[in-house]
C-alpha cells in the first residue's frame, strides 16, 4: 500500500463515521449514506493523486458530502429528511433511552431543534463537527456572514428554549 | 455598563466562543466582559449552552442515528479509481460485465425497506399542515366517500361503512384514520410473519406487505414520491373481500359572486379561501429563517388560491435554498427569473456607495466603516420590519393562531433586536443618547418611523454634503429615533 492510499484509508478510518452520520442527517437512507460515505473518500483519494493541494480535509470531505447528498436528493426527488431523522431519534430517546436522557434541558433543546430550518441544523452540525465558520460556508456554498447569521438565530432560538 | 466600549451582541459574544473574531476584535470584547458583569453573565450563559448543545449533539443526534447497515471495509483506493483496461478484448469484457451488472442493478430490490419508508412517511404526516381531506372505499359492492380521519365517537353504526369498520378493527387495522402510513404500520407491526416489497416508479412508492397472519391476506400502500403522502390502498382479506381507498381530490373553492347591486343585501359568500394568512406567514417565516427578507430580489404576492414568490437573480445555490425553505408549504408557486430587472415592493433599495469608507471623509473619521456596516444593517431590518408591518397589519395579526402570532412577533422582535443593536454601535460611535425603545406588541405602528429614521440616518452618512455640523446633527437626530 502506498503513502497515499494510507494517508487516505487513516482518513477514511478517523472520519468514516461522523461522514456517514452527516449524510443520515442529510436525508440520505442508511445503505446510501454509507456508500457515499465510501465516494466522498474515493474522490479524497483523486483528487490527492491529482496533486490537488487540501488546505483543510476535514471540512473537504464535508463539502463533498455536502454535495454528494444535495445530488442524491434532486436526483431521488426527495426533500431533505434532517427533521425526520431527528424526529426519529427523539422518538427513540423517548422510548429506549428515556430514563437515561430525561434531562429537561435536553428535551427542550429537542423540542426547539426541530423548529430551525434545515440552514440553521446543517450549521450546528458542522460547527460540532468542529469546522470554523469559513469552511462552514465552503462546504454548504453559503457566505460567512450568513453562517454566522444561520448560527446566532440558531443559538438563540435554543437559548430561549433551554433558559426562558 | 462599560464606559469604553458597547455591549456586544449575541453574535459578536457567540464569535468570540468559537474563536471567530479578529485578535484584536477579541481583545476588545474581553475588556469588555473584564468591566462589564452584566455581558459576562451573557458570556457564561453563551457557554453553557454550547456546552449543551455539543453534548445534545454528541450523546443524543449521533447515537440516535442508526448504524451503517454493513460493516466497514477498507478498500484500496487505487483499485476503486482504477480506468477500464484500454485493450480491445478487456473492453469488450468489460462491456459485457457493465451489461450483467447493469441488468443486475436495473432488477435489484429496491434499496429503501418498507419499515424505513412507512417511517418516513409516518412522520411527514405528524408534522405536515393538517388539512382536511376526504376518501373514497370501495368494497366488492359498494363504494361510498368518508372523511379520511373520523373520531372515535363518529364510528359508523350502521351500513357498509359499519361493516367496514369492524373488518378492519377485526385485523388490526385502525379504521379511524385508514389511509396513512402510520396505520398501515400499526398493522404492518403487529404481523408475526411478513413479506414486503416496495417498488418504485416516478410517481410512487408502493409498498405491499404479504403475510400469512391475520384476516388481511394483502395490503398495499401507495405513496406519493414527493411528499410519500400516503394517496391510495388495497387490502385484500382472506374472507375474499378486498377494500380500496382512495384519496379524492381536494375541493376547489367555488369562485366568489358577483358584487351585488347597490341596495340589494349582500349575499353571504360560501367561499372559503383555502390560502390564508397563516399560509404567507409561513412563507414570510422561511425566508426570514435563511436570511432571505434582508434585501434579497424576493416578491412575495397572496392570492385567494395561491402564493406567488418570484425571485429574481440570485445564484442556483441560493435559488436551491429558497426552494428548500419553502418545499411543503401549501398553495407555493415559486418562479425563478434570470435577472433582477423588476422593482420588487419588499425590499431595500440598492445602496449606494459610501462616502464614510473614504478617509477623506470629515464626519466620523475613525469609525467610517463600523457605522456604515451598523447603519446599512439598520436600514435592512427597517425595510423588512416596515414590510411586515405593512403585510400584517394588527388585524391581519389578529386572525392568526396562537402560534402564528407568536412566530410573527418572533420575527418582528429579531428585526428590532438587529436595529437596537446597530443603533447602538451607533450611538456609542456618535456619543448620542439612548432611546426609549420600542416595545414589541407596538412594532406595526412604530414601524415606518423606524424605517425612516434609519433612512434619514444613511443618507446623512452617505451624503456628500460639507455641512459637517449639521450633517452631525441630523445624524444624531434621526439615530435617537431609532429603538
Same mark, same amino acid.
Request: proline share 10%; aromatic share 4%; net charge negative.
Given at each position: 500500500m502506498d503513502a497515499l492510499e494510507q494517508q487516505v484509508t487513516r482518513a477514511f478510518e478517523d472520519a468514516r463515521d461522523d461522514i456517514y452520520r452527516y449524510l443520515l442527517t442529510l436525508g440520505l437512507a442508511p445503505a446510501h449514506a454509507q456508500d457515499a460515505a465510501q465516494e466522498v473518500f474515493l474522490r479524497l483519494y483523486l483528487a490527492l493523486r491529482k496533486g490537488e493541494t487540501i488546505q483543510n480535509q476535514r471540512a473537504w470531505i464535508f463539502r463533498v458530502a455536502h454535495n454528494l447528498a444535495a445530488d442524491w436528493r434532486a436526483k431521488e426527488r426527495l426533500q431533505p429528511l434532517d427533521s425526520d431523522m431527528l424526529a426519529l431519534v427523539r422518538d427513540r430517546r423517548q422510548s429506549a433511552e428515556a430514563e437515561l436522557l430525561e434531562k429537561e434541558k435536553m428535551q427542550r433543546i429537542a423540542a426547539a431543534w426541530q423548529g430551525l430550518s434545515p440552514q440553521q441544523r446543517e450549521c450546528l452540525h458542522l460547527r460540532a463537527e468542529g469546522l470554523k465558520y469559513r469552511e462552514i460556508g465552503e462546504a454548504l456554498g453559503i457566505g460567512i456572514s450568513s453562517v454566522r447569521e444561520f448560527l446566532v438565530r440558531a443559538i438563540t432560538k435554543l437559548q430561549k428554549a433551554a433558559y426562558e | 455598563?462599560?464606559? %469604553?466600549?458597547?455591549?456586544?451582541?449575541?453574535?459578536?459574544?457567540? +464569535?468570540?466562543?468559537?474563536?471567530? %473574531?479578529? &485578535?484584536?476584535?477579541?481583545?476588545?470584547?474581553?475588556?469588555?466582559?473584564? @468591566?462589564?458583569?452584566?455581558?459576562?453573565?451573557?458570556?457564561?450563559?453563551?457557554?453553557?449552552?454550547?456546552?449543551?448543545?455539543?453534548?445534545?449533539?454528541?450523546?443524543?443526534?449521533?447515537?440516535?442515528? *442508526?448504524?451503517? &447497515?454493513? $460493516?466497514?471495509? =477498507? #478498500?484500496?483506493?487505487?483499485?476503486?479509481?482504477?480506468?477500464?483496461?484500454t485493450r480491445r478484448y478487456l473492453a469488450a469484457a468489460a462491456a459485457v460485465l457493465a451489461a450483467a451488472v447493469l441488468l443486475r442493478w436495473i432488477e435489484r430490490p429496491a434499496q429503501v425497506s418498507a419499515a424505513e419508508l412507512l417511517q418516513r412517511a409516518e412522520i411527514r404526516e405528524q408534522t405536515a399542515a393538517p388539512a382536511p381531506r376526504r376518501i373514497r372505499i370501495r368494497s366488492k359492492n359498494r363504494s361510498w366517500t368518508r372523511a379520511a380521519r373520523l373520531d372515535h365517537a363518529e364510528r359508523p353504526r350502521n351500513g357498509d361503512a359499519a361493516a367496514v369498520a369492524r373488518m378492519l378493527e377485526d385485523a388490526g387495522y385502525p379504521w379511524e384514520d385508514p389511509l396513512t402510513a402510520a396505520s398501515f404500520a400499526v398493522w404492518?407491526?403487529?404481523? #408475526?410473519?411478513?413479506?414486503?416489497?416496495?417498488?418504485?416508479?416516478? !410517481?410512487?412508492?408502493?409498498?405491499?406487505?404479504?403475510?400469512?397472519?391475520?384476516?388481511?391476506?394483502?395490503?398495499?400502500?401507495?405513496?406519493?414520491?414527493?411528499?410519500?403522502?400516503?394517496?391510495?390502498? /388495497?387490502?385484500?382479506?382472506?374472507?375474499? !373481500? /378486498?377494500? !380500496?381507498?382512495? @384519496?379524492?381530490?381536494? $375541493?376547489? *373553492?367555488?369562485?366568489? *359572486?358577483? =358584487?351585488?347591486?347597490?341596495?340589494? *343585501?349582500?349575499?353571504?359568500?360560501? /367561499?372559503?379561501?383555502?390560502?390564508?394568512?397563516? $399560509? !404567507?406567514?409561513?412563507?414570510?417565516?422561511?425566508?426570514?429563517?435563511?436570511?432571505?427578507?434582508?434585501?434579497?430580489?424576493? @416578491?412575495?404576492? +397572496?392570492?385567494?388560491?395561491?402564493?406567488?414568490?418570484?425571485?429574481?437573480?440570485?445564484?442556483?445555490?441560493?435559488?436551491?435554498?429558497?426552494?428548500?425553505?419553502?418545499?411543503?408549504? &401549501?398553495?407555493?408557486?415559486?418562479?425563478?427569473?434570470?435577472?433582477?430587472?423588476?422593482?420588487?415592493g419588499n425590499t431595500s433599495p440598492p445602496r449606494s456607495v459610501s462616502p464614510v469608507t473614504n478617509p477623506a471623509n470629515p464626519l466620523v473619521p475613525d469609525m467610517g466603516d463600523v457605522l456604515i456596516d451598523a447603519s446599512d444593517r439598520a436600514v435592512e431590518h427597517a425595510h423588512a420590519l416596515a414590510a411586515l408591518a405593512r403585510r400584517f397589519s394588527r388585524a391581519v395579526e389578529a386572525s392568526l393562531d396562537n402560534t402564528g402570532r407568536a412566530e410573527l412577533q418572533r420575527i418582528a422582535a429579531d428585526h428590532l433586536n438587529a436595529i437596537?443593536?446597530?443603533?447602538?454601535?451607533?450611538?456609542?460611535?456618535l456619543k448620542t443618547t439612548a432611546s426609549p425603545g420600542v416595545n414589541v406588541p407596538d412594532w406595526q405602528e412604530a414601524a415606518e418611523g423606524i424605517l425612516q429614521a434609519a433612512m434619514d440616518a444613511d443618507q446623512e452618512l452617505n451624503s456628500a454634503a460639507s455641512d459637517v455640523e449639521g450633517r452631525l446633527a441630523r445624524l444624531r437626530a434621526a439615530v435617537a429615533r431609532l429603538p
Open positions: - | 455598563m462599560s464606559s %469604553l466600549t458597547p455591549h456586544p451582541d449575541p453574535e459578536t459574544l457567540l +464569535r468570540l466562543a468559537d474563536d471567530d %473574531l479578529s &485578535p484584536a476584535d477579541a481583545g476588545c470584547v474581553r475588556d469588555h466582559l473584564a @468591566e462589564c458583569g452584566a455581558c459576562r453573565d451573557r458570556m457564561d450563559g453563551l457557554g453553557g449552552l454550547l456546552t449543551d448543545v455539543h453534548h445534545f449533539h454528541q450523546s443524543v443526534i449521533k447515537p440516535g442515528l *442508526p448504524d451503517p &447497515p454493513r $460493516e466497514w471495509s =477498507n #478498500p484500496r483506493w487505487s483499485k476503486l479509481a482504477r480506468p477500464f483496461p404492518r407491526d403487529r404481523l #408475526p410473519g411478513k413479506h414486503d416489497d416496495v417498488r418504485k416508479s416516478d !410517481e410512487a412508492f408502493v409498498v405491499t406487505t404479504s403475510t400469512s397472519a391475520g384476516a388481511i391476506e394483502v395490503a398495499s400502500l401507495t405513496l406519493r414520491a414527493t411528499d410519500l403522502h400516503a394517496v391510495s390502498a /388495497t387490502l385484500r382479506f382472506r374472507s375474499d !373481500e /378486498t377494500l !380500496e381507498m382512495s @384519496e379524492l381530490p381536494a $375541493e376547489t *373553492p367555488q369562485p366568489a *359572486p358577483p =358584487n351585488p347591486p347597490d341596495g340589494a *343585501p349582500p349575499s353571504v359568500s360560501r /367561499t372559503i379561501p383555502r390560502i390564508g394568512a397563516s $399560509e !404567507e406567514l409561513r412563507v414570510i417565516v422561511a425566508l426570514h429563517d435563511i436570511g432571505a427578507d434582508l434585501g434579497d430580489p424576493i @416578491e412575495v404576492k +397572496r392570492n385567494e388560491e395561491s402564493i406567488d414568490v418570484t425571485v429574481a437573480g440570485l445564484s442556483a445555490a441560493r435559488r436551491e435554498q429558497i426552494r428548500s425553505a419553502l418545499d411543503g408549504i &401549501p398553495g407555493v408557486r415559486i418562479a425563478f427569473e434570470r435577472e433582477a430587472g423588476r422593482h420588487f437596537s443593536a446597530a443603533a447602538h454601535q451607533l450611538r456609542v460611535a
